[in-house]
T-cell receptor, first 113, second 115 residues
Framework: GESVGLHLPTLSVQEGDNSIINCAYS??????FIWYKQESGKGPQFIID?????DKRQGQRVTVLLNKTVKHLSLQIAATQPGDSAVYFC????????????FGKGTHLIIQP | KAGVTQTPRYLIKTRGQQVTLSCSPI?????VSWYQQTPGQGLQFLFE???????NKGNFPGRFSGRQFSNSRSEMNVSTLELGDSALYLC??????????????FGSGTRLTVV
């Protein structure tokens, strides 16, 4: 798989490889984090979330890792498929909703055959 | 079940005009939030409504307003449009019980172009 540093606008991976998308968040008081996938012409689609009392959570082919010490969030996608091609956003929230979600800059994941 | 429906999908307006966008949430969802998405600023929170009351508001000028009806449908209005208001406006609904951001489902958005 390919590991990248903090936020890249674009990440290109080979089909079948693992993808890792990184995100740095700013608010140390944030306690809820979400990853979204946005395809062209559509709204953001929920992938996986994690609360601040956890450091890892797994879903179907996806894993989110949270490092509160350095305020870093990552999304790992296993065995990347063509349908995974999209822009991925991390989002954070403090206290459950008062100020909505604060979104990070997106990473455009490109899948190469 | 039906998802979040936003209408219209595309809109072109002239500077100085006003515009109203509509959002129908998922059945049973009582919270509706609005976001603006632009290439430069990304996704930014506008405001959130629950039971016809605005609970939260982002850092946008007063030209941006909204309301929610008794059936949870929501509208947002932008008055005196500026070129910089060109954006994709996204609506998200959630059950709203407790925390608004839990269980967000986004619509496909309304693409507003101001000329």
């Amino acid at each position: 798989g390919e590991s990248v540093g903090l936020h890249l606008p674009t990440l290109s991976v080979q089909e079948g490889d693992n993808s890792i998308i990184n995100c740095a968040y700013s608010n140390s008081a944030s306690d809820y984090f979400i990853w979204y996938k946005q395809e062209s012409g559509k709204g953001p689609q929920f992938i996986i979330d994690i609360r601040s009392n956890m450091d890892k959570r797994q879903g179907q082919r996806v894993t989110v890792l949270l490092n509160k010490t350095v305020k870093h969030l990552s999304l790992q996608i296993a065995a990347t498929q063509p349908g995974d091609s999209a822009v991925y956003f991390c989002a954070e929230n403090e206290g459950g909703g008062a100020d909505g979600l604060t979104f990070g800059k997106g990473t455009h994941l490109i899948i190469q055959p | 079940k039906a998802g979040v429906t936003q209408t219209p999908r595309y809109l072109i307006k002239t500077r100085g005009q006003q515009v109203t966008l509509s959002c129908s949430p998922i059945s049973g969802h009582r919270s509706v939030s609005w976001y603006q998405q632009t290439p430069g600023q990304g996704l930014q929170f506008l405001f959130e409504y629950f039971s016809e009351t605005q609970r939260n508001k982002g850092n946008f000028p007063g030209r941006f307003s909204g309301r929610q009806f008794s059936n949870s449908r929501s509208e947002m209005n932008v008055s005196t449009l500026e070129l910089g208001d060109s954006a994709l406006y996204l609506c998200a609904s959630s059950p709203g019980r407790g925390q608004a951001v839990f269980g967000y489902t986004f619509g496909s958005g309304t693409r507003l172009t101001v000329v």
